[in-house]
């Protein structure tokens, strides 16, 4: 059964593959789906305007493939993923009252930036060294030169994601008396004191 991607990118569902894939279906499906980016971005007309994007699809299944050929690493990535789910799922079940509650808060946050930078970032840069991932890709220096800006907004842009829906986003409306603030801001424009 395949997981949400959750802000957590998930590899697996970018490559079509099942829960129990095996290396020869990372291969083949990474194969057709770059194979389709290439295709695409030949008869987009407009290719330069999507730059970042096409360089992200591009890097994103450079390292889908880097990762999950490799069954040690894509265990590990795997069970990485699992664990930062885990512990926000832990989190967000936890009361804001609780005395764990910020102890959990640090290590779910410290869990998450580790995960996106591995998997978000430099395993992604690595992928594109990776001489398979550089013959089918066509992923050159002129791309990780580009791909480090865009990488890193990636990352931030998912991990701001991630933490909007996290407990302390949902925060209480401020109690705002309006009278009083009437007060003030007639005081202001008056020239006068304010008198609270």
């Given at each position: 059964?395949?997981?949400?991607?959750?802000?957590?990118?998930?590899?697996?569902?970018?490559?079509?593959?099942?829960?129990?894939?095996?290396?020869?279906?990372?291969?083949?499906?990474?194969?057709?789906?770059?194979?389709?980016?290439?295709?695409?971005?030949?008869?987009?007309?407009?290719?330069?305007?999507?730059?970042?994007?096409?360089?992200?699809l591009m890097a994103e299944l450079n390292a889908a493939y880097y990762i999950l050929r490799?069954?040690?690493?894509?265990?590990?990535?795997?069970?990485?993923?699992?664990?930062?789910?885990?512990?926000?799922?832990?989190?967000?079940?936890?009361?804001?009252?609780?005395?764990?509650?910020?102890?959990?808060?640090?290590?779910?946050?410290?869990?998450?930036?580790?995960?996106?930078?591995?998997?978000?970032?430099?395993?992604?840069?690595?992928?594109?060294?990776?001489?398979?991932?550089?013959?089918?890709?066509?992923?050159?220096?002129?791309?990780?030169?580009?791909?480090?800006?865009?990488?890193?907004?990636?990352?931030?842009?998912?991990?701001?994601?991630?933490?909007?829906?996290?407990?302390?986003?949902?925060?209480?409306?401020?109690?705002?008396?309006?009278?009083?603030?009437?007060?003030?801001?007639?005081?202001?424009?008056?020239?006068?004191?304010?008198?609270?």
């Amino acid at each position: 059964m395949m997981t949400e991607d959750l802000g957590y990118i998930d590899y697996r569902t970018l490559l079509d593959l099942q829960d129990h894939y095996k290396p020869a279906d990372v291969i083949r499906t990474y194969r057709k789906k770059i194979k389709q980016l290439m295709v695409q971005i030949s008869e987009d007309k407009t290719a330069e305007d999507h730059q970042d994007r096409y360089l992200l699809l591009m890097a994103e299944l450079n390292a889908a493939y880097y990762i999950l050929r490799n069954r040690a690493l894509g265990e590990q990535y795997i069970q990485e993923r699992e664990e930062v789910v885990a512990l926000e799922k832990e989190w967000r079940a936890l009361d804001t009252a609780d005395p764990g509650f910020d102890a959990l808060r640090r290590r779910y946050d410290q869990a998450l930036r580790s995960f996106l930078a591995r998997y978000m970032e430099e395993l992604i840069l690595e992928a594109g060294r990776d001489p398979e991932c550089v013959e089918h890709s066509g992923w050159g220096p002129a791309h990780e030169r580009l791909a480090g800006r865009v990488l890193r907004q990636f990352r931030q842009q998912r991990y701001h994601e991630i933490h909007e829906r996290l407990p302390y986003y949902d925060i209480t409306e401020p109690q705002v008396d309006w009278e009083e603030r009437s007060r003030f801001a007639a005081a202001l424009i008056s020239g006068g004191q304010h008198n609270g």
